[in-house]
Protein backbone atom coordinates (compact mmCIF):
# COMPACT_ATOMS: atom_id res chain seq x y z
CA UNK A 1 0.00 0.00 0.00
CA UNK A 2 2.67 2.15 0.75
CA UNK A 3 4.66 1.91 -2.04
CA UNK A 4 1.51 2.98 -4.21
CA UNK A 5 0.95 5.67 -2.30
CA UNK A 6 4.49 6.84 -3.02
CA UNK A 7 4.03 5.61 -5.94
CA UNK A 8 0.98 8.31 -6.75
CA UNK A 9 2.82 11.01 -5.38
CA UNK A 10 5.52 10.93 -7.47
CA UNK A 11 4.06 10.50 -10.60
CA UNK A 12 3.76 13.86 -12.18
CA UNK A 13 2.61 15.51 -16.29
CA UNK A 14 2.85 18.44 -17.71
CA UNK A 15 -0.31 19.55 -18.89
CA UNK A 16 -1.97 22.86 -19.55
CA UNK A 17 -4.98 24.25 -17.68
CA UNK A 18 -7.01 26.95 -15.91
CA UNK A 19 -5.20 28.29 -12.95
CA UNK A 20 -5.79 30.96 -10.17
CA UNK A 21 -3.42 31.80 -7.29
CA UNK A 22 -4.55 33.94 -5.10
CA UNK A 23 -1.93 35.14 -1.95
CA UNK A 24 -3.20 34.87 1.27
CA UNK A 25 -3.32 37.08 4.43
CA UNK A 26 -2.90 35.31 7.75
CA UNK A 27 -6.98 35.79 8.58
CA UNK A 28 -7.81 34.95 5.24
CA UNK A 29 -6.04 31.81 5.27
CA UNK A 30 -8.09 30.87 9.06
CA UNK A 31 -11.10 31.33 7.98
CA UNK A 32 -10.74 29.20 5.10
CA UNK A 33 -9.53 26.60 6.97
CA UNK A 34 -12.11 27.07 9.44
CA UNK A 35 -14.89 26.98 6.52
CA UNK A 36 -12.92 24.59 4.02
CA UNK A 37 -16.23 22.64 2.80
CA UNK A 38 -17.89 26.15 2.21
CA UNK A 39 -14.88 27.55 0.24
CA UNK A 40 -14.78 24.84 -1.71
CA UNK A 41 -18.87 24.63 -2.60
CA UNK A 42 -18.65 28.59 -3.66
CA UNK A 43 -15.77 27.58 -6.11
CA UNK A 44 -16.53 24.02 -7.27
CA UNK A 45 -20.23 23.80 -6.76
CA UNK A 46 -21.13 22.51 -10.50
CA UNK A 47 -17.70 20.01 -9.83
CA UNK A 48 -19.37 18.94 -6.46
CA UNK A 49 -22.76 17.86 -8.07
CA UNK A 50 -20.76 16.20 -12.15
CA UNK A 51 -18.76 14.09 -9.21
CA UNK A 52 -21.30 13.23 -6.82
CA UNK A 53 -23.07 12.29 -10.29
CA UNK A 54 -20.47 10.29 -11.08
CA UNK A 55 -20.77 8.23 -7.49
CA UNK A 56 -23.96 7.69 -8.41
CA UNK A 57 -23.92 6.26 -11.73
CA UNK A 58 -23.96 2.58 -10.54
CA UNK A 59 -27.01 2.96 -8.51
CA UNK A 60 -29.18 5.28 -11.52
CA UNK A 61 -28.21 2.33 -13.92
CA UNK A 62 -29.72 -0.78 -11.77
CA UNK A 63 -32.71 1.65 -11.69
CA UNK A 64 -33.17 2.32 -15.25
CA UNK A 65 -33.10 -1.17 -15.65
CA UNK A 66 -35.78 -2.26 -13.09
CA UNK A 67 -37.80 1.04 -13.87
CA UNK A 68 -36.99 3.32 -16.72
CA UNK A 69 -39.85 6.37 -16.41
CA UNK A 70 -38.28 6.28 -12.49
CA UNK A 71 -34.43 6.22 -14.55
CA UNK A 72 -35.32 8.76 -16.81
CA UNK A 73 -37.05 11.23 -13.87
CA UNK A 74 -34.34 11.06 -11.80
CA UNK A 75 -32.02 11.06 -14.88
CA UNK A 76 -33.61 15.00 -15.52
CA UNK A 77 -33.56 15.77 -11.86
CA UNK A 78 -29.41 15.37 -11.92
CA UNK A 79 -29.89 17.66 -15.30
CA UNK A 80 -31.44 20.41 -13.28
CA UNK A 81 -29.21 20.15 -10.85
CA UNK A 82 -25.76 20.82 -12.52
CA UNK A 83 -28.61 23.37 -14.65
CA UNK A 84 -28.63 25.03 -11.16
CA UNK A 85 -25.24 24.31 -10.19
CA UNK A 86 -23.68 25.69 -13.61
CA UNK A 87 -25.75 29.14 -12.86
CA UNK A 88 -25.04 29.49 -9.28
CA UNK A 89 -21.24 29.12 -10.22
CA UNK A 90 -21.45 31.75 -13.42
CA UNK A 91 -22.95 34.49 -10.65
CA UNK A 92 -20.23 33.93 -7.72
CA UNK A 93 -16.24 34.07 -8.53
CA UNK A 94 -15.63 30.70 -10.07
CA UNK A 95 -13.27 30.87 -12.62
CA UNK A 96 -12.71 34.36 -12.09
CA UNK A 97 -9.33 35.52 -12.38
CA UNK A 98 -8.46 32.09 -14.18
CA UNK A 99 -5.85 32.17 -16.59
CA UNK A 100 -4.74 29.06 -18.98
CA UNK A 101 -1.36 27.88 -17.66
CA UNK A 102 1.43 25.67 -18.88
CA UNK A 103 1.51 22.95 -15.35
CA UNK A 104 3.87 19.97 -14.18
CA UNK A 105 0.92 18.49 -11.89
CA UNK A 106 1.00 15.82 -9.25
CA UNK A 107 -1.63 14.52 -6.80
CA UNK A 108 0.25 16.59 -4.21
CA UNK A 109 1.99 19.48 -6.58
CA UNK A 110 1.34 21.75 -9.10
CA UNK A 111 4.60 23.64 -10.84
CA UNK A 112 3.73 26.64 -13.02
CA UNK A 113 5.54 29.77 -14.29
CA UNK A 114 4.61 33.37 -13.62
CA UNK A 115 5.66 37.12 -13.48
CA UNK A 116 4.17 37.57 -9.93
CA UNK A 117 6.12 37.34 -7.25
CA UNK A 118 6.14 34.90 -4.45
CA UNK A 119 8.19 33.77 -1.21
CA UNK A 120 8.92 30.47 -0.34
CA UNK A 121 6.78 29.37 2.52
CA UNK A 122 3.87 31.44 1.49
CA UNK A 123 0.27 30.41 1.65
CA UNK A 124 -2.15 30.78 -1.11
CA UNK A 125 -5.46 29.53 -2.30
CA UNK A 126 -4.63 27.62 -5.34
CA UNK A 127 -7.77 26.44 -8.11
CA UNK A 128 -7.43 25.01 -11.25
CA UNK A 129 -10.01 23.52 -13.85
CA UNK A 130 -8.64 20.11 -15.06
CA UNK A 131 -8.50 19.91 -18.78
CA UNK A 132 -9.91 16.48 -18.91
CA UNK A 133 -13.00 16.91 -17.63
CA UNK A 134 -12.94 20.25 -16.89
CA UNK A 135 -13.71 19.85 -13.03
CA UNK A 136 -13.02 22.83 -10.76
CA UNK A 137 -10.51 22.07 -7.95
CA UNK A 138 -10.09 24.24 -5.08
CA UNK A 139 -6.93 23.63 -2.69
CA UNK A 140 -4.68 25.28 -0.28
CA UNK A 141 -1.12 25.57 -1.10
CA UNK A 142 2.03 26.47 0.47
CA UNK A 143 4.86 28.03 -2.04
CA UNK A 144 7.32 25.31 -1.72
CA UNK A 145 10.25 26.35 -4.37
CA UNK A 146 11.12 29.33 -6.82
CA UNK A 147 13.08 28.81 -9.72
CA UNK A 148 14.50 31.55 -12.60
CA UNK A 149 12.30 31.02 -16.08
CA UNK A 150 15.43 30.98 -18.35
CA UNK A 151 13.19 30.66 -20.82
CA UNK A 152 10.36 33.55 -20.42
CA UNK A 153 12.24 37.21 -19.11
CA UNK A 154 10.68 38.25 -15.84
CA UNK A 155 9.34 34.72 -14.99
CA UNK A 156 10.10 32.36 -12.29
CA UNK A 157 8.84 29.08 -11.58
CA UNK A 158 6.65 28.64 -8.66
CA UNK A 159 6.25 25.20 -7.14
CA UNK A 160 3.24 24.85 -4.49
CA UNK A 161 2.92 21.95 -2.17
CA UNK A 162 -1.37 21.70 -2.08
CA UNK A 163 -1.56 21.40 1.81
CA UNK A 164 -5.49 21.06 2.02
CA UNK A 165 -7.85 19.52 -1.18
CA UNK A 166 -10.86 17.73 -0.10
CA UNK A 167 -10.35 13.77 -0.88
CA UNK A 168 -13.31 13.69 -3.83
CA UNK A 169 -10.63 16.61 -5.17
CA UNK A 170 -7.75 14.33 -4.68
CA UNK A 171 -9.46 11.34 -6.55
CA UNK A 172 -10.38 14.09 -9.12
CA UNK A 173 -6.92 14.60 -9.83
CA UNK A 174 -5.69 11.35 -9.95
CA UNK A 175 -8.58 10.68 -12.52
CA UNK A 176 -7.28 13.27 -14.27
CA UNK A 177 -3.59 12.15 -14.63
CA UNK A 178 -4.47 8.89 -15.27
CA UNK A 179 -6.84 10.13 -18.40
CA UNK A 180 -4.18 12.32 -19.33
CA UNK A 181 -1.55 9.92 -19.46
CA UNK A 182 -4.03 7.89 -21.71
CA UNK A 183 -4.74 10.97 -23.98
CA UNK A 184 -0.57 11.28 -24.23
CA UNK A 185 0.19 7.78 -24.82
CA UNK A 186 -2.64 7.81 -27.41
CA UNK A 187 -1.29 10.91 -29.60
CA UNK A 188 2.25 9.24 -29.42
CA UNK A 189 0.88 5.94 -30.51
CA UNK A 190 -1.20 8.07 -33.24
CA UNK A 191 1.92 10.12 -34.57
Same mark, same amino acid.
Given at each position: +?? #????????????? /??????? *???? &??????????????????????????? @??? *???????? *???? %????? =? %?? +????? =??????? &????? #??????R?? $????????????????????? $????? !??? /?????????????? !????T %??????? !????? /???? @?????? $???? +??????????A????
Amino acid at each position: +MS #ADVNRREAFRLDD /TMMLSVT *KLAE &SELNDIEENFDSYRLKYCLNSHFALQR @ENR *KPNLLMIR *KRDP %DVGHY =L %DS +MEEQL =LLIASRL &SESTV #AGKGMTRQE $VNVSNSSVRYSTAESFEVGEQ $VQLQM !ILS /TSDLQVFSLATVTR !IEPNT %DVPNEQW !IALQL /TRLH @EDDAEA $VIRH +MAKLQQLQLQARRDS
